[in-house]
């Protein structure tokens, strides 16, 4: 979390996109879909309407219509624990995130949430730490943690949730402090762990995990972003600022390697993190986003790093990687400076067809927004935006990307909160929320009265919680209950929402990129359940058309070089897209 000065250079690199051709199939569905297991085996989806939308072709989007209300008496009353006061150890800066997760598949999100607990002394821990929500409909939760069969009972930060195992099913991955475990989803409602993982890990301290098929047969592979080294054996170290205690920054420990591993299948992974050439570098890690940034097939790896150069990793064979962050421009800020990089979100901001990258920051610096100019060659242009004047204050951990208002343009949300308490900085800040325009951001004002109040927010996720067909917000507190917040946003546009199933690629479809093609124009957007900070995001994406009521053209990239062209697609409705099947090609 401290700055440091260097020069950055960037250069332009150029490359060619090589994209095959791949026929497949779009099925309507209702909200209320079967499991994914008899989907792929009846195909019988019957089509269903979304709520009536307010905004018609002759109507102008308001600039000040997004909102949020804060859902009551919802049964969900997990707040995380980051230990008791005066321990001062670096853990409990990090706080926890949260999962949309279907463990039921029901067809209605569940939630899961991580905790911490005491990190000096963890393993005296009495009951598990992970705290799991089944939805009982109409915004109602119960906790099933207890009848679940999960005990871990480690000090927590992330939540990665996917179907590791490509059998319909969300597993989830929990990752913290000198303890990490991988579950696996039996179908009955019930999770059993694949010990090999936590082998593998052994006591490294993990921040967060990410998903994605990186050798493109099949099955998801993992990336673990890992922090510092802090043995229990060291006393915790002393910091201050004017004369007052303050947790140290990560320099004050050792930096670690991260992990990275080959999907084998039965719940098996192999180590690759020293033979890809991952493991040559050591830095701070907590944001990771894995997704094919330049269209050519292969998988990029960038992780946003605390107080250090964020990374780059291209693949130039299987299982090897260089690192190419400087030369790509992502490896600092556009001053030259490392940054205290803590979330990081991926999504075509600026609407070129091209997928950028954002970092959210330390207090004193702003979010960084990158955007990329051509293959795999990035711009940082945030310096005197409105994105630098609204969070240079602040310290920024999950960023979620969210077109609140389906207008088309991609809107912003931030979770802020300071990691201890400065003599001279708020500790509890107010979370941000950015409204996309054709200028770029611009304050979504009136948002609501959560967002005028400063919390200690950390992890946060986007799902619709109430099947409206608007993208809701999870967000999870420090000592305090988790915030449900529902997308009330007046004059919202029209909108469709995706559920994706990949048959050739991953059954999660992970890292799929959609253009979407309407009489107003082309739009690019990614799915991915990595959201922006230790947390995972619902598997069913929402597209936001505007005033638009027809897709003309949806065009699929699936993970690797598949794709599938779709349309005409009427806008109000729900889709589950099956890769390979009922081709409707244009």
């Known amino acids: 979390m401290l700055n440091r000065r260097f020069l950055l250079l960037v250069i332009c690199l150029t490359g060619m996109t090589a994209l095959g051709f791949f026929l497949g199939g779009v099925h309507e569905r209702s909200l209320a879909w079967q499991s994914d297991r008899r989907l792929l085996k009846e195909f019988d989806i019957r089509p269903a309407t979304l709520p009536t939308y307010v905004s018609e072709a002759d109507q102008q ?21 980051n230990g008791p006061e005066q321990q001062f150890h670096l853990a409990e800066t990090l706080g926890g995130g949260v999962g949309a997760i279907d463990f039921d598949s029901d067809a209605d999100f569940d939630l899961v949430f991580v905790d911490g607990g005491n990190p000096v002394e963890w393993p005296s821990n009495r009951k598990s730490r992970i705290e799991l929500y089944r939805s009982e409909k109409n915004l109602r939760y119960s906790a099933v943690t207890s009848a ?23 597993d989830m991955l929990v990752t913290g402090y000198q303890m990490s475990a991988l579950y696996l989803n039996q179908g009955d409602g019930t999770f059993e762990e694949a010990s090999s993982l936590r082998e593998l890990t052994g006591d490294r301290w993990c921040a967060t995990g990410c998903w994605s098929d990186l050798d493109a047969d099949g099955d998801l592979d993992l990336y673990i ?8 054996s060291l006393p915790t170290p002393v910091c201050e600022s004017g004369g007052v205690r303050i947790h140290c920054n990560p320099h004050s420990y050792r930096a670690v ?40 097939g292969t998988v990029e790896i960038f992780v946003a790093n605390d107080g250090d150069r964020n990374l780059l990793f291209r693949q130039t064979s299987p299982w090897k990687y260089e690192e190419i962050a400087l030369t790509s421009g992502v490896a600092f800020n556009g001053q030259g400076e490392t940054m205290g990089s803590m979330g990081v979100a991926c999504a075509d901001f600026d609407r070129n067809g091209l997928l950028d990258l954002l970092t959210t920051n330390f207090s004193h610096e702003s979010n960084a927004l990158f955007h990329q100019v051509s293959n795999l060659t990035f711009v940082d242009t945030t310096q005197g935006t409105i994105m630098d004047r609204t969070s240079r204050s602040r310290v920024g ?38 409204r996309g325009c054709t200028e770029g951001f611009e304050e979504a004002r009136d948002a609501g009265r959560w967002f005028e109040t400063p919390w200690h927010s950390r992890g946060a996720c986007q799902v619709d919680l109430n099947d409206d067909g ?18 009330n946003s007046l004059a919202v546009g029209n909108r469709i929402q995706l559920h994706l199933i990949g048959t050739q690629s991953c059954r999660t479809a992970e890292g799929t990129l959609i253009e979407v093609e309407t009489a107003s124009g082309k739009t690019t957007h990614i799915m991915t359940r990595n959201a922006g900070y230790l947390s995972s995001n619902s598997s069913v994406i929402t597209l936001g058309l505007g005033a638009d009521k027809t897709i003309d053209r949806l065009r699929i990239h699936w993970p690797g070089r598949a794709i599938q062209d779709l349309g005409p697609v009427a806008s109000g409705k729900s889709y589950t897209v099956i890769q390979g099947r009922q081709a409707l090609v244009k």
């Open 397 to 434: 951990w999950s960023a979620i990307p969210i077109d609140a208002d389906c207008d088309r343009f991609i809107d912003l949300f931030v979770a802020n909160g300071h990691v201890t308490q400065m003599p001279s900085e708020d500790w509890a800040q107010q979370s941000s929320l950015l």
């Open 470 to 487: 608007l993208d809701d917000l999870v967000v999870s507190l420090i000592d305090t209950p988790a915030a449900l917040l529902l997308n």
């Open 148 to 170: 679940s069969g999960i005990e871990w009972t480690g000090y927590g930060h992330g939540c990665a949730v996917a179907d590791v195992n490509n059998d319909g099913f969300d």
């Open 257 to 296: 390697t991260d992990l990275l591993f080959e999907n084998e299948g039965n719940g098996k992974f192999a180590d690759r993190s020293e033979s890809s050439g991952i493991a040559a570098y050591k830095e701070y890690g907590m944001g990771v986003v894995a997704t094919d940034l330049d269209g050519n």
């Open 225 to 232: 972003a890992c922090y510092a080294d802090t043995p229990r």
């Open 61 to 81: 989007l308001s600039a000040s219509g997004i909102r949020f209300e804060e859902a009551t008496g919802s049964g969900v009353t997990f707040s995380y624990d």
